[in-house]
């Protein structure tokens, strides 16, 4: 039931002269209203009165009754929980409009406070009114008490006569106090996805952006952490993390000005985005997920992780299967024979899942490369005789599951359906489109209703024809290329890359109502989909083109700072690696593997017999490990980013009564001396039983069945030998090791 919070005015008496050296951003009156916002670990603590504005006091550990009340007394200077344009312009805005009359200025107070309940979550929504115009802004704060995550986005409703723009809609600010503040967070490009830049916080701008249109998390991502103790440390210090979900464009913003804060505003990205509200509508903005933790980068990550597993992630609790994708074992090669022969290939290794890639449609135009048939969702009888049927029938025989893989949004000018339907792409009126992969590959425009309805028929019609399909591999391997909308009208071509992405979310809710079990992976060239906003529909992400077990190190690294292993899509892959040539061993490329959600992307008839026996006996090892793996607590030890040499991490069961541990070498040297690393994550009074994984070592190593206190694993570890213990010729320059730790 929906309660209202008790806002009488206080009598308080503030001259003039003082009103008018008030600052933008510290418009409160004293004694108004303090809004508590708050998890089991945390406090978010709000400033509000009926007829002012609305100010931000404090973000951090959480608070008791009597703290809050004492936050009067710190000294801080209060600051706007929302800074809105328009009254002291020169500062950063979260919200710029031009109203309906062309007034550019946003005077607004509180109206209303209220709280509801979504189940254990709680809504707090503050409502502000314009003081001259009848426009409401909405602020929301949804809590998470099982994660220690605070949602915060708006809603803005255009109560006005004619049309309100929106120049600028963040999801949320938060304003944080300087010190040693150090800020985190990813970069990269294709195939080099996730890298974490690491640096302190300095006066002027950091802007954080993506203007690919389709996809968000090659270059940049939209999540950040920052770090309030000095230098990032992966398991102590506070640290506030910060996670923008949504599918396209972003901004995020870091103001250091004058003043004693560093500035944080997250939204999409408003350039050539004007939006234009019409008498009556509302637009709410993605939502930006907060979290605080005093256990370092690891413990804000554990926050996302839970919060994403409990309540983002599709079907998020669920374990994932072992896989083999066809992709770098044919590339297009399809054929009906091939596909068969890799399916009993990953059924005798134990995996649980085949997945067809890209290759197997096209009429008029056969898909044998990039360049044609996208839109032409048929299936290539000269490839496929028995067709999708009777590779169900084949899966089916060797008792695993079938997947397939699909590029919805795109289309080639050299198919078919483009022949048909070019006035369905995205390109400006009298323009040509710009072609992208392969020279021909367009992008159909999503704002389109008729667009929508055929890329949700597209999926609806194949997996209404296969029911059997378990598995979606989905695609999105262009940009927006050109902005222009032939469907959007001339005064609304702005509202292109925010309308793309309503219609996709319009798609993507009518699948997932009709396919709740189907699992959908999503793929953009790689890692260009690592973002939250996607993942209500998707249950997991491909991490990235590139399958180098090293690279991998570090891009699964980054990645799991926000993600949990559950949606990371990690593969076996063949040596020298398809994209960086580099040669690693099998055991190697299993231990990087196993400690996402493991897979292959290999041709298995091309591994000699020792091989496959590896990975049969790997792949029966992870499905023991698996649910402390795909659904245990993260704890990030050493990074490779650190330049040490190796690279550790490990995964703790929500009990402590299991535990995995990985280790990896990220560079060889004669000679080199690595150091020790303490567990982490382990109740310190039990006694914890050592299992080494994928063992290729003559020899087992000297801790093996032997068991040590939790206590001492923390506090001193285990020493990890720079090389394995084999024969000769089978010795090679990158060790690895993965640790069982089972409490007896």
């Known amino acids: 039931m929906k309660t209202q919070i008790n806002l009488s005015s206080k009598k308080t008496a503030i001259a003039a002269s003082l009103a008018l050296c008030a600052l933008a951003y510290a418009p409160e009156p004293a004694y108004a209203e303090k809004i508590h916002v708050s998890t089991p670990a945390t406090s978010l603590v709000l400033d509000g009165e009926k007829g002012s504005g609305l100010s931000f006091l404090y973000y951090g550990s959480a608070l008791s009754p009597a703290e809050i009340e004492a936050l009067d007394n710190t000294g801080a200077a209060q600051r706007s929980a929302y800074p809105f344009y328009g009254n002291f312009p020169e500062h950063e805005s979260a919200m710029a409009v031009t109203h309906s009359d062309g007034d550019m200025i ?74 040693d503040v150090w800020l985190s967070s990813l970069y990269g490009s294709w195939a080099n996805e996730a890298n974490v830049e690491t640096e302190p916080l300095t006066h002027g701008m ?110 998020g609790k669920e374990l994932r299967k072992i896989l083999l994708n066809s992709w770098e074992g044919v590339y297009f090669d399809i054929n009906e024979e091939g596909m068969a022969n890799m399916m009993k290939d990953i059924a005798g290794m134990g995996g649980e899942l085949f997945v067809m890639d890209d290759g197997w449609f096209g009429g008029k135009y056969p898909r044998n490369n990039d360049s044609t048939s996208l839109g032409d969702w048929t299936v290539d009888t000269r490839k496929l005789p028995n067709g999708i049927n009777g590779l169900l029938d084949e899966a089916e025989k060797n008792g695993i599951k079938f997947g397939i893989w699909i590029e919805p949004e795109m289309t080639n000018t050299k198919s078919e359906f483009y022949e048909k339907h070019p006035e369905l792409v995205i390109t400006s009126p009298g323009h040509e489109p710009m072609l992208g992969r392969g020279g021909t590959q367009v992008v159909l425009d999503l704002s389109n209703p008729k667009v929508q309805d055929i890329m949700f028929n597209m999926v609806d019609t194949l997996l209404t024809k296969y029911p059997r399909i378990d598995y979606i591999k989905w695609d999105a391997n262009a940009p927006i290329m050109n902005h222009g909308s032939q469907y959007l009208t001339k005064d609304n071509q702005s509202h292109l890359y925010v309308d793309y992405h309503k219609g996709f979310a319009k798609v993507m809710d009518r699948i997932r109502a009709k396919y ?112 402390v793996v795909q659904q245990g607590d993260m704890y990030r030890l050493l990074s490779p980013f650190d330049k040490k040499g190796a690279a550790s ?96």
């Open 649 to 744: 991490m490990m995964m703790v069961a929500p009990d402590k009564n299991e535990a995995v541990f990985y280790w990896w070498k990220t560079e060889t040297f004669h000679g080199q001396q690595l150091p020790r690393i303490g567990m982490a994550g382990l109740d310190p009074d039990k006694n914890y039983v050592v299992t080494e994984l994928d063992r290729i070592d003559n020899e087992p190593l000297p801790y093996e069945g032997k068991a040590f206190t939790g206590k001492f694993l923390m506090e001193h570890g285990l020493e990890m030998p720079l090389d394995h213990n084999v024969d000769y010729h089978k010795r090679n320059d990158y060790a690895s090791r993965v640790l069982r730790l089972q409490a007896k």
């Open 206 to 315: 950091k802007v954080i952006k993506n203007k690919d249109g389709g996809r968000n998390s090659h270059t940049a991502h939209g999540e950040v952490m920052v770090s309030l103790d000095g230098k990032p440390r992966e398991n102590e210090g506070r640290v506030i993390g910060a996670a923008l979900a949504y599918t396209g464009n972003y901004k995020l913003r870091i103001d250091t000005d004058e003043s004693d804060y560093h500035q944080l505003f997250a939204g999409i990205n408003e350039e050539n985005s004007a939006y234009n509200l019409k008498k009556g509508e509302s637009f709410t903005t993605p939502v930006l997920a907060l979290t605080y933790s005093d256990e370092g980068l690891s413990g804000a990550s554990r926050n996302f992780h839970k919060w994403g597993r409990e309540h983002v992630i599709h079907n």
């Open 106 to 179: 946003m005077d607004m107070a509180v109206e209303d406070i209220s709280r509801t309940k979504s189940g254990d979550a709680e809504i707090t929504t503050v409502t502000m009114r314009d003081k001259f115009h009848p426009l409401t802004v909405k602020l929301n704060y949804k809590t998470y008490p099982d994660a220690d995550v605070i949602e915060t986005w708006t809603e803005t409703i255009n109560g006005e006569k004619g049309n309100v723009t929106l120049r600028q809609y963040n999801s949320g600010y938060l304003p944080i106090r300087r010190g």
């Open 516 to 627: 709740p079990d189907v699992t959908i992976q999503a793929c953009a060239s790689g890692g260009g989909r690592a973002n939250y906003g996607f993942l209500p529909w998707f249950d997991e992400f491909w991490v990235s083109d590139n399958t180098d077990a090293l690279q991998r190190v570090y891009m699964q690294w980054g990645t799991s700072y926000f993600f949990p292993p559950v949606v990371m899509g990690s593969h076996i892959s063949a040596v020298p690696n398809h994209q960086t040539f580099r040669k690693t061993s099998l055991k190697y490329r299993i231990d990087v593997a196993m400690s996402g959600r493991l897979g292959m992307e290999i041709q298995p008839k091309n591994m000699t017999e020792e091989e496959i026996a590896q990975c049969r006996k790997a792949i029966a090892e992870y499905k023991e490990i698996r649910p």
